[in-house]
């Protein structure tokens, strides 16, 4: 999406956001693509903060839908853990296409060294539509 416009998208790009939660007992990381920028925006609520979950959501769904002129579908991942499949069930009831994933399947390449940050978890997840989300 680097420099085609929004028009000029075809149909199925121009209706998928993609969204990773990297969950902690204190934080939840939410990153956010949208077929707006190549660019992934980030926000920190308190754990367990749903509402807070949802205004994002909807936030999205409505800046993506005036600038498309279509309802954009939310794909979400997050990593298996701390907070388990509760979370899995509220997204689902929201209309969010969620996938709870095993922290195993992301391919990280074990001969180089690499940070490890809840961002940088984010962003991986977040991009790991391309192999993942899209089954």
Known sequence: MNTQ???Q????ATSTCFMAIELSETNWLIAMMTPLSNKISLRKIASGAVQQLTEIIDRTIEKVSRATGRVPQIL???EAGYD?????RVLEARGVVNHVLDAASLMVSRKARRAKTD???AEKLVRA???ILAR
């Open 5 to 7: 416009t929004v028009n």
């Open 9 to 12: 998208l075809p149909l199925s």
């Open 76 to 78: 979400s991942c997050y």
């Open 84 to 88: 388990g499949f509760w979370l899995h």
């Open 119 to 121: 961002r940088l978890d």
């Open 129 to 131: 539509p391309d192999g």
